[in-house]
């Protein structure tokens, strides 16, 4: 009997320890799991709700342009999510559809090309500065398939498109297709020859209607108000670097080249 009561009591100790010392622990760390658990369902829901504008604003956001002190510095404008915004306008023609297979093909030639050469070194060419100065050095920069070539015109896509945006942002009635050449005109048509003008025309046709493209852009939900603000946004974001891209490649006098 003794024997049994002094088990009981042992037990009965071992068991108070570990209510008092063990279960604790037990009881935050499950609460913190449980709190993880909370914390990655909501921003798996809120990642769900954003729209392909919204996810690129956070990213260019991001972006800081490192202007240089004295002449032992350059300048520092980060290559990948400029690279992020021109896939985001591969998404939207992959959902207008086949008609834009042409244009979808050129802009993921040159994204690809800079995206290459950034791999083989991304420390130092994920800085578009150091991408233009070695293709300068080498004396390939002017050639059609540099990677120099690919920023230009890709700085000139992004350029088109956030005008693109901003139009249909103040011109919501007004035809796709009038905002697009209207758009066409004071971006890309400066710098196209005969041939890219002729195939820009056939293109022309092509263009969806307000709603498609809407919904193409993930945006056919908001409200015009959420649209605006998100389209001013990305503008107020994207246009002061796109600026900055343009004076470089004017100092590097690749501003003037044309397509055929």
């Given amino acids: 009997m003794f024997c049994t009561l002094q088990f009981c009591t042992t037990n009965t100790i071992s068991i108070y320890i570990y209510i008092c010392v063990y279960a604790p622990d037990v009881l935050i760390k499950e609460r913190r799991k449980r709190t993880g658990r909370e914390m990655k369902r909501k921003r798996y829901e809120m990642e ?6 919204q996810t690129t604003i956070e990213e260019l956001s991001l972006i800081t342009i490192t202007k240089p002190v004295d002449d032992t510095e350059i300048t520092h404008i980060p ?8 896939n985001l306008i591969i998404q939207v023609l992959d959902k207008i559809g086949p008609t834009m297979a042409v244009l979808r093909q050129d802009i993921d030639q040159n994204i690809q090309r800079l995206e290459k050469l950034c791999e083989t070194d991304p420390c130092v060419y994920s800085n578009l ?3 233009l100065k070695k293709e300068r050095n080498e004396g390939t920069y002017k050639m059609v398939a540099s990677c120099s070539r690919a920023l230009l015109w890709l700085t000139r896509t992004m350029d ?14 007004s035809k796709m297709e009038e905002l697009v050449e209207e758009c066409y005109i004071a971006t ?23 709603n498609t493209f809407m919904d193409a852009i993930g945006a056919k939900d908001q409200s015009y108000e959420t649209l605006r603000e998100d389209i001013d946004t990305l503008s107020s974001l994207l246009t002061p670097i796109l600026k900055e891209i343009s004076i470089l490649l004017e100092q590097f006098g690749l501003n003037r080249l044309k397509s055929m």
């Fill in 48 to 53: 769900k709700k954003k729209t392909e504008l």
């Fill in 79 to 86: 290559l990948r999510p400029l690279l992020s915004f021109c």
């Fill in 129 to 131: 500065v150091e991408i």
């Fill in 160 to 173: 088109f498109s956030v005008g693109l945006l901003r139009l249909l942002s103040k011109e919501m009635s």
């Fill in 188 to 210: 890309l048509k400066p710098h196209h020859g005969w041939i890219a003008a002729a195939a820009f025309k056939v293109c022309l046709k092509l263009v969806p209607d307000n």
